[in-house]
Every structure is written in structure tokens, then in C-alpha cells.
């Protein structure tokens, strides 16, 4: 008997930024191996690949403390994430989970920097498709992505509040 398959999980964030134009948040995304300094996790790198070009292959990871926060307990959780698609005119770009020890089996994601309407500033979309991850629920990926994108966006704000 064929395994019955589990419908995949589909959703969205969004988050708005209203003082930092669109071609100012760009380069953030762009700049696919830097993670790091824009979400809360300890280390993204490049792997292998071209810079900016489909094909390219970053590790990301995050040091996880236990329930007591004993370094015996500490564990890291790690991916790595190969880039589908880049188009800066568009300013969006795609990537997939290849390998990691989270617990995703399938997992591509698009994230896009949409302009405002009135110009001033824009909006970051996250979307993703996933299989089921075990010990999580939909709702525990939809809020893990939303909180990542809010976390992006308020740094992008700072670093731009400071930079000006």
C-alpha cells in the first residue's frame, strides 16, 4: 500500500517597513550568506558556489541551550540552503533547504521587497512550502517565520535610523 502523503504547508509573512525604501532593503536579502547579521541565529556562511548566483550553498546555524542552560545541553541546530533564483530587478529570490538537522524534509522559500505605493517605504514578503516538520505545527512555522521577518525589519530600521 502506497504511503499516504501529508498535504504540504503553504503560508506567508509580511512585514512593513515604512521608513526605508525598497532599494535600501534589497541588499540585505541580496546578500544571501550574511544571515546572521539580520536574524537571530549565530552563524551564516558561504559553502560553495558564486556569490549572488543560483546554485549557491550557505550553512546556517544557531547553538540551542537545554532546559537547565548547561552547556551539556546545548545543541546546534544547522542548515543548508542552496539559492534557486535571484532577479535584483524584481528584488526577490528563492532558496531550498538541502540538508540540516531541524527536521525539514522539504522546505523552499521566496522572499521579495515590495515598494510602497506612496514610495516611502516597503514591505518584505516571506512565503514558503513546506512538508510537515515533526514536532512543529503549521502555526509554529507561520510564527517562527513571522517572528524572523519582524526581528529583520526592525534591524534594517536601526541600521538605516543610524546610518542617516
Given at each position: 500500500m502506497a504511503e499516504e502523503s501529508k498535504p504540504k504547508w503553504e503560508g506567508k509573512s509580511i512585514v512593513e517597513l515604512r521608513s526605508t525604501a525598497a532599494e535600501d532593503v534589497w541588499p540585505v536579502l541580496e546578500d544571501f550568506c550574511n544571515l546572521h547579521k539580520w536574524i537571530p541565529?549565530?552563524?551564516?556562511?558561504?559553502?560553495?558556489?558564486?556569490?549572488?548566483?543560483?546554485?549557491?550553498?550557505?550553512?546556517?546555524?544557531?547553538?540551542?541551550?537545554?532546559a537547565d542552560d548547561s552547556a551539556e545541553t546545548t545543541t546546534i541546530k544547522w542548515a543548508k540552503e542552496k539559492l534557486l533564483t535571484i532577479d535584483p530587478v524584481q528584488r526577490c529570490l528563492?532558496?531550498?533547504?538541502?540538508?540540516?538537522?531541524?527536521?525539514?524534509?522539504?522546505?523552499?522559500?521566496?522572499?521579495?521587497?515590495?515598494?510602497?505605493?506612496?514610495?516611502?517605504g516597503c514591505k518584505i514578503?516571506?512565503?514558503?512550502?513546506?512538508?510537515?516538520?515533526?514536532?512543529?505545527?503549521?502555526?509554529?512555522?507561520?510564527?517562527?517565520?513571522?517572528?524572523?521577518?519582524?526581528?529583520?525589519?526592525?534591524?534594517?530600521?536601526?541600521?538605516?535610523?543610524v546610518s542617516t
Open positions: 541565529i549565530d552563524t551564516c556562511y558561504q559553502v560553495e558556489g558564486i556569490q549572488g548566483q543560483p546554485g549557491l550553498i550557505r550553512y546556517c546555524a544557531s547553538s540551542i541551550k537545554g528563492s532558496y531550498e533547504v538541502v540538508d540540516n538537522n531541524i527536521g525539514f524534509k522539504s522546505y523552499v522559500a521566496t522572499l521579495r521587497v515590495v515598494p510602497s505605493s506612496n514610495g516611502d514578503e516571506w512565503g514558503f512550502v513546506s512538508d510537515p516538520v515533526e514536532g512543529w505545527t503549521f502555526q509554529d512555522m507561520n510564527s517562527y517565520i513571522q517572528s524572523s521577518l519582524q526581528f529583520m525589519a526592525n534591524k534594517i530600521e536601526l541600521a538605516r535610523s
